[in-house]
């Protein structure tokens, strides 16, 4: 059974551009959530999706955002980048949103905004 | 206060060591809790999750104190290839999101 897939693996970027990013959660998972981890910080939540609507998001700016789509895979949206936005981007996916769910992640994109 | 706090390490510990490493949560209502690794520039991978009653896979045992607000992670007769970050992991109640730690380092020496 394949696992969570990113694309792309890695992604460069200028300052000020747009970077779309893709996951495809698992079979059968139905929620997806997004995290950025810095060089050397730890991961911070982006967002959750779940059965295509937005449940949650974390402390970050309006120039993040994303959708998930009918067949549960989703997009994480960077508009305007700014430098810090350098980072690896993780997505995990879920069955049905619940406290003991394991989340699972993908391998990540590489995000380098120069 | 952070709400998930680990000491980051390293913590240098020769192969066949005992090794313990503690997370504390701030939010007294939490209720689920994992240890996930994390291999240089690789995922996270759920190591396993912690339950009331404490856990044991193999090598690996893990703890949880309510009262005293921490989880516990106890790797026995260490291998080279522990050699990771562990990432402590709260699952936060009423927003259903993980609250990662920052990750504690382990190297294990030959």
């Known amino acids: 059974e394949a696992g969570v897939t990113q694309s792309p693996t890695h992604l460069i970027k200028t300052r000020g551009q747009q970077a779309t990013l893709r996951c495809s959660p698992i079979?059968?998972?139905?929620?997806v959530y997004w995290y950025q981890q810095a060089l050397g910080l730890g991961l911070q939540f982006l967002l959750w999706?779940?059965?295509?609507?937005?449940?949650n998001r974390g402390n970050f700016p309006p120039r993040f955002s994303g959708r998930q789509f009918p067949n549960y895979s989703s997009e994480l949206n960077v508009n305007a980048l700014e430098l810090e936005d350098s980072a690896l981007y993780l997505c995990?996916?879920?069955?049905?949103?619940?406290?003991?769910?394991?989340?699972?992640f993908g391998a990540g994109t590489r995000l380098s905004v120069l | 206060r952070k709400e998930v706090e680990q000491d980051p390490g390293p913590f240098n510990v020769p192969e066949g060591a005992t090794v313990a490493f503690n997370c504390t949560y701030s939010?007294?209502?939490?209720?689920?809790f994992f240890w996930y690794r994390q291999d240089c520039r690789k995922e996270p991978k759920l190591l396993m999750s912690?339950?009331?009653s404490g856990n044991e896979d193999g090598r690996f045992t893990a703890q949880l104190n309510r009262a005293s607000q921490y989880i516990s992670l106890l790797i026995r007769d260490s291998k080279l290839s522990d050699s990771a970050t562990y990432l402590c992991?709260?699952?936060?109640?009423?927003?259903?999101?993980?609250?990662f730690g920052t990750g504690t380092r382990l190297k294990v020496l030959a």
């Open positions: 999706y779940d059965e295509g609507e937005e449940r």
């Open positions: 912690v339950y009331s």
């Open positions: 939010n007294s209502a939490s209720q689920s």
């Open positions: 995990a996916s879920s069955l049905a949103n619940g406290l003991r769910n394991i989340q699972y």
């Open positions: 992991v709260v699952n936060s109640v009423g927003t259903y999101k993980y609250i």
């Open positions: 079979s059968g998972h139905t929620s």
